[in-house]
């Protein structure tokens, strides 16, 4: 992936300058990104590539998520007034979650089984919260609703297994939410869901984006990309 978008006026938010990301297998090295570079305000911007194209690499490599084989450097890679290349893990185990979140594609992986989901968005905050159940259980069902759930009270109880794959993703968006982040990183949120299920999440992440949160969305479908986004 290569790419070069205009800069924002003011102190953008996320500034990423010659970001490259290689994988390196033995003698073998993919190059997966190439020198990409983009600057991101208080605004909703899209990330638009076709599959492969090393748009999931670029999210993954802004919070360290990357897997061990891969080498990242970039000329620049500043969020708000932290130097994300060089931040310490626990460093950037407060900034994971709390100051940007990531909307990963597929829920089934990123929920735990055994855990009620209710628990789950209520943990996300208890994290950066630590001691405050009670006040976190209240925050989790107030997400539930604002993600749009149905009967919160009662599918706060549910586990993984008992909801379905749209719900699956508006409980990650719940708690990827709850922490109230500077930054929402959304990686194809409807690409690991049943077709009838795209509908539920797209009109959610509409309304995210339509009540002024700050995200970047990892796409590649432009239509949707036309829809959400300020710029692309
Ligand atoms: P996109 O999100 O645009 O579909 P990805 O960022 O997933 O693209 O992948 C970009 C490139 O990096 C692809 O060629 C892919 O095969 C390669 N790649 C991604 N993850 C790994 C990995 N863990 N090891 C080796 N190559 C990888």
Same mark, same amino acid.
């Given at each position: 992936?290569?790419?070069? /978008?205009?800069?924002?006026?003011?102190?953008?938010?996320?500034?990423?300058?010659?970001?490259?990301? =290689?994988?390196?297998?033995?003698?073998?090295?993919?190059?997966?990104?190439? !020198?990409?570079?983009?600057?991101?305000?208080?605004?909703?911007?899209?990330?638009?590539?076709?599959?492969?194209?090393?748009? &999931?690499?670029?999210?993954?490599?802004?919070?360290?998520?990357?897997?061990?084989? +891969?080498?990242? &450097?970039? &000329?620049?890679?500043?969020?708000?007034?932290? =130097?994300?290349?060089?931040? @310490?893990?626990?460093?950037?185990?407060?900034?994971?979650?709390?100051? /940007? @979140?990531?909307?990963?594609?597929?829920?089934?992986? &990123?929920?735990?089984?055994?855990?009620?989901?209710?628990?789950?968005?209520?943990?996300?905050?208890?994290?950066?919260?630590?001691?405050?159940?009670?006040?976190?259980?209240?925050?989790?069902?107030?997400?539930?609703?604002?993600?749009?759930?149905?009967?919160?009270?009662?599918?706060?109880?549910?586990?993984?297994?008992?909801?379905?794959?749209?719900?699956?993703?508006?409980?990650?968006?719940?708690?990827?939410?709850?922490?109230?982040?500077?930054?929402? /990183?959304? =990686?194809?949120?409807?690409? +690991?869901?049943?077709?009838?299920?795209? !509908?539920?999440?797209?009109?959610?992440?509409?309304?995210? +984006?339509?009540?002024?949160?700050?995200?970047?969305?990892?796409?590649?479908?432009?239509?949707?990309?036309?829809?959400? +986004?300020?710029?692309?």
């Amino acid at each position: 992936m290569t790419s070069s /978008i205009p800069v924002v006026n003011n102190a953008p938010l996320l500034d990423v300058r010659d970001l490259c990301v =290689d994988f390196v297998n033995g003698s073998a090295v993919t190059h997966a990104v190439r !020198g990409v570079s983009f600057q991101l305000g208080h605004e909703k911007l899209a990330i638009v590539g076709e599959s492969g194209s090393g748009k &999931s690499t670029v999210g993954r490599a802004l919070l360290q998520l990357h897997p061990k084989k +891969a080498r990242v &450097s970039a &000329s620049r890679m500043q969020f708000a007034d932290l =130097d994300l290349q060089h931040l @310490s893990e626990a460093q950037m185990r407060g900034v994971r979650g709390k100051r /940007i @979140s990531m909307i990963m594609q597929d829920p089934k992986y &990123s929920l735990n089984p055994v855990v009620c989901v209710g628990k789950q968005i209520a943990e996300a905050w208890l994290t950066h919260h630590p001691g405050r159940k009670d006040e976190a259980k209240a925050r989790a069902l107030e997400m539930l609703e604002v993600v749009r759930i149905r009967q919160p009270e009662r599918v706060y109880q549910l586990y993984p297994h008992e909801i379905s794959g749209g719900q699956g993703q508006r409980i990650m968006i719940a708690m990827m939410l709850i922490t109230d982040p500077e930054l929402i /990183i959304a =990686d194809e949120p409807t690409s +690991a869901l049943d077709p009838e299920m795209v !509908g539920e999440v797209l009109d959610l992440m509409r309304d995210l +984006a339509k009540d002024g949160m700050t995200m970047a969305v990892v796409t590649h479908e432009m239509g949707f990309a036309r829809e959400v +986004a300020d710029r692309v």
